[in-house]
């Protein structure tokens, strides 16, 4: 009935853009567990744009208006959430982060050195695809990174991951430019460089849409298969190209389950149980053997 | 105040050879001209003459390409308007130049604002135009919008705006093309104030008879050369035609009584403009040129306006050809064969960043296209016989109605109506700013037309010339009819008599919310 | 001011406020916390910085130009403000003293380049500042090193998050700019000057002023706002960032056509514009409390925009009771108010 | 056409594709793979998107208006279009016939929206398609659920990738849109009304027309071709997603206006826009080839489009050789053209 409705407590689900598909199986994942769990009611919220903190920030305050009672957060940017964070634990309201790790400098400085984080870690996948990608170039290996949003910190962890694998497995990172997420500016981006730098032998793109463009790029200039291609999130649109050889590996971060383990988190942490620092979700590598 | 130390020299502007080239077109040959201090001079000539190019050579807006140009027996060239109004140099622009959502008082003192600790002065600007108003005998709140305005009021707004400071020359270019005598016999009395204070004025009109009243001394212009500068006690109507034309005209309006009133083409029963409080009625022949005279604001273009669906209309009925017909805009009035030269051709009639062929086959783009396409030649030969028919000075079709001459623009856009072949013609003020000779043709024209079967409504403040060519006046006043004189009735004395009528028991309407908006 | 002033008043600005009100009125209804006092202090917070654009974007359109690099160059002088204030010789004081004139600097300075590249080359504002929105983008990206900067001194951050009876105070100084820029339109030959370039440049100059410095200075002042906004930018949120602002000039220009104001220059007013930035608030706000679907607020958001626009129109006419769209241009018969000025709605 | 035509075609042009030229000649100097053959491949294949797009635009500009929504618009195109041509019941030619229909139309109907919005309460375009921007991504992603949908028939696929002696298709396609734009332009009523209601509504409306007409028209051809850019971007990518396409209004409007039309209407050509969309091109590729870092290929870009402006004013300038510019309207002396629109070409 309408009053037991009421009484349920409420979890606001404070995301990135639900444009990107990434985010988008995310709330599904959580909305999924709302309805099989069915005690607390759901509110998700996504940005318009991945780069749009004002309105994130906006969201939390509004959700601290309405006294939600759980508040999970995967933050635009690392450092600018920690003060509403900071606000709305003050209000009583439990907060866990997900996804992207709030800046650990920043929290400590707010006196929220344990706020718990409940992610993957993006260096770590970045890492695995990079090294697959070492392995499979060998020593010497050219490659391009191609990096997501700058100053977005999802972006930066991959880009890092990348380089270190890159540095462990021996291989020359020719050019690292961004193609801010986007298909048709990576498919551009990586036709140009082609051009200045032919003898290229991998790419790793920080996302899969992206690695999509990239592919169309070597599909055009008679390269598929002979440069190698990593992604980032396993969306379906890359799987198929996965099983072609096309790419040689994406991550998965498991999204659907990320959101819904935050939620869960949370809850026990509501229940009194004391939880505190990073507890890690999986990443893992894909690759044509997984899809088969 | 004007300096009128003993050294200076007589001549307060003198033109030694002066060249002005456009593409195609030589505006001036090396004009010789010496402009007394203190006189009230004229510049008379054709459409195209190079009047206007001469003084804006004044104003800083050309620039010669050869001769000089003595100002107080300096050389003068300046660059800038800024550098002409330093200078002491005012002009009213042939063309309005006002600033639509400001107010009256902002526009009059628009060179500088009073101000007082950096802030507008407001109490000050609108009390300093108030009497600005009241001496060019406009009578509208100074806190009213221009754009409420009729184009009369514009034009004297422009003059006020020219008065607001002291000048040592003042240049009126065609003030008075939109003015009824009234309006006229003040701006003569406002020159006449000024020539006493020691100003001189340079002086632009068509209308002849003028001349001779205000000016006293008469430069003709033709095709760019000075033809002659004599004293106006010395010329004549005649004598100055000739100068300006080059040949004799005959009678100034053509009238031929012989050529039959047909039937009724035309009825219009109560039509009551949007927001004006009077409705009318009238009806129009074939084959009848009907005038409309009112004083200025007296709601002709209003009328008409309405009538052709530019504006809303209250209520009212219009029935062309016996059977009544809904106008709800300018489509529907051109579909059921009427027409409307609008007064204000820069901001209504013209495009003026296209050419003259474009601008006349606009009104009727299916005679000059085939299943979308435009014909190139046909467009072409249809426009270059307008642009003979009624001598409009052009280097050729394809030029922009922009680089044409003030007078040449308004016969593009008597042009454009005629291009359509409508059957009931109303034209607005169609001969503003068009001189002796192309009026001539003008009137011709429409005679021809007339004779044909159509029928001609003709709104103008040139009274005389309404007299000169009509059938049948309707005299308007305050929104009303208040006379419908036929043309055996004719006289200044009756039609200025009927103007007034509705006014005599105090004065005209005039608040901020007058005006019908045809900005 | 009188009553029968604030009346006409009322009502000239009804269309867009109406406008508000209604959606007020809904959003109150449907969604229960909304017309909390917290609430509305959120909600002033939020519309706080594109307000204080909005109010520099009025003066650029006012003009008949538009400025798109409004949102880089806030990251620009965020960027600037923010290396200013961390930089650890100076004293906290110091450091909040030059990082706020940094800012306004860099903001007014990204004006000068706008103003004076428009019109020493004649060049439309569209595509200078399209140019701008690129450079000073790289140039924030550059500089910081795409590293957001945080950790301000605390006395800089607290003036973000402090309210004087609910209303934050960064709401205030928004307001003070309206206020402020009110005053500059009606009162001041600036002001004037704007809206006379605005309706006929060319007449303009024919008076023998020159429009040009007019034009730069009224981007300059844009750019100043900007500066000021991304001072409130880094109270409210503590941070400086070379990402942020990325379409904050479609936000801003809305705000301004919404709140009335031509792009084709020469009508407008600044209360329409803290209007229009309150819509855009009051929209985002209100649908997020009602829990509507993200891509369904999107929707919706867009179609409310064009909605409110024409509620505007249909006030205009109503108001004026007669069909003046038929006119060429709708002589607006609004009773001259004189605290406002003479001219178009102030 | 006769050889003074030409002539005066080239010289007209000659400002914004002098820029083009010196650019090109820059970049084969430093970078060098630029000049090749498969670079230049590269190149047109690139521009072809933006230049189908900025056709479409050129119509809206030239009446004077603004059209936000066309990159929102495409990522809806390209899902509509996508959606039936994944459609697993169609044999692959009717699929793909029904996916360009089905694009094109979904083009054609936002549109509809736009041009009737701001028609028929008269609001100006830039707030009316602002919100069709949102309405159109809002309505991509609920539709799409926010995926990106590929796998499209080999044989569509095939044609993004085909070139003509090293002319890709697409560009072929690019380029009949443009001359098919440029003919309309010059040699039609419909082109003929748009030129003249950019220049003067009013009077075109007193001349007995209803402007309304043409322009909801135009802005039916520019969704029209927002649709065909949908296709061409499917051909190219093989996907079809709702979240591409952001920012391609700022490209698309500033190929238009380096193009040398203006952004008040009533002035400009197809072959500008087709100049002005090959020098984004060519810049973005070139600074590329240069090894040019992100941040300062940014801020170069954003220079550059401003200079490149400029260039064609002076351009402007020489030609002219005159004092003009002191006159009131600078009047332009530029031979009339028939073949390219009524307007000169500032
Ligand atoms: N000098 C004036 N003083 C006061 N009101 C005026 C004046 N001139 C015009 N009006 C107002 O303008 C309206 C009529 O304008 P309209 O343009 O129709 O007149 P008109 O007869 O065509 O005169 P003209 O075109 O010569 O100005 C009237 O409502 C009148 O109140
Ligand atoms: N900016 C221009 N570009 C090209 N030709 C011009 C320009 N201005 C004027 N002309 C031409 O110069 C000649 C003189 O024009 P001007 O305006 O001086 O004539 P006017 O004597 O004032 O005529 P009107 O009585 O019709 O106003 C005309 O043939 C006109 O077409
Ligand atoms: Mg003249
Ligand atoms: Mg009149």
Known sequence: SARAEEKKPVVGLVMKSLANEFFKSMEEGARKFAAEDGTFTLVPVGMNSETDIDTQISAMENFITQKVDLICVAPADSVGLVAPVKKAIKAGITVVNFDVKLDDKALAKAGLKDLVFVGPDNREGAYLAGNELAKKLGKGGKVFIIEGNPGADNAKMRKAGFEKAAKEGGLKVLVSRTAHWETEEANTLVTNLLTSHPDVQGIMAANDSMALGVVKALDAAGKSGKVQVVGFDNIPAIQ????????????????????????????????????KGWLKTPVKLITATDLM | MVDLGNAAPPDIIEFQGTTKRFPGVLALDRVDLAIHRGEVHVLAGQNGAGKSTLVKLLCGLYIADEGAILLEGKPYAPRSTVAAIRAGIRIVYQEFNLLPYLTVAENIFFERLPRRAGLVDFARLFRDAEAMLAQVGLEISPRARVETLGV????????????????????????TATLTPPEIQRLFGIIARLKARGVTVLYISHRLQELFEVGERITVLRNGRKVETLAARDASIPRLVRLMVGKELGEEYPFHPESGIGAEILRVEELQPRGKPHAVSFALHRGELLGAAGLVGSGRTELVRALFGADAKESGRIYRDGSEVSIRRPRDAVRHGICLLTEDRKAQGLILAM???????????RRVSHAGLLQDSAERSATRELVDDLDIKTPSVDQLVANLSGGNQQKVVVAKWLFRRSEVLIFDEPTRGIDVGARFEIYQLLWRLAAAGKGILIVSSDLPELMGICHRILVFSNGKITGDLPRSGFSQERILSAAYQEYVHGRPQADSTAGTGHA | MRVKQILYLLLREAGIGLALILMVIAFSAAAPRFASMANVTNILTQISINTVISVGMTFVILLGGIDLSVGSVLALATIVGGMIITNENLSPGTAILLSVLGSALTGCLCGVFNGVVCERWKIHSFIVTLGMLNIARGAALQISNSRTISEFPDAFNDVGAATIFGVPVIFLIALAVVLAGR?????????????????????????????????????????GMVGVAAIIYMMRLNIASPILGVGFELNAIAAVVIGGTSMSGGKGSMIGTLLGASIMGVLNNGLLLLGMGDFARQMVTGLIIVVAVIIDKYRAQAFLRSSYELAPAPPREEPHLRDTGPGPRV
């Open chain 2, 152 to 175: 009369a009021q514009m034009q004297l707004l422009e003059i006020a705006k020219a008065l607001s400071t002291q000048s040592k020359v003042l240049i009126l270019d065609e003030p």
């Open chain 3, 183 to 223: 005053f500059i339109l009606a009162r001041t030959v600036f002001g004037r000057m704007i809206y006379a370039i605005g309706n006929n440049e060319e007449a303009v100059r024919l008076s023998g002023h020159d429009p040009s410095v007019y034009k730069v200075v009224a981007f300059i002042v844009c750019g």
């Open chain 2, 355 to 365: 050419s003259c062929s474009a601008n006349v086959t606009i009104t009727d783009l």
């Open chain 1, 240 to 275: 198929k190209l996965v099983k072609d050889g096309k790419v040689l590996a994406t991550i998965d971060q498991f999204g659907p389950e990320m959101a819904a383990n935050c939620i869960k988190t949370g809850f026990r942490m509501k229940k009194g149980e004391h939880l």
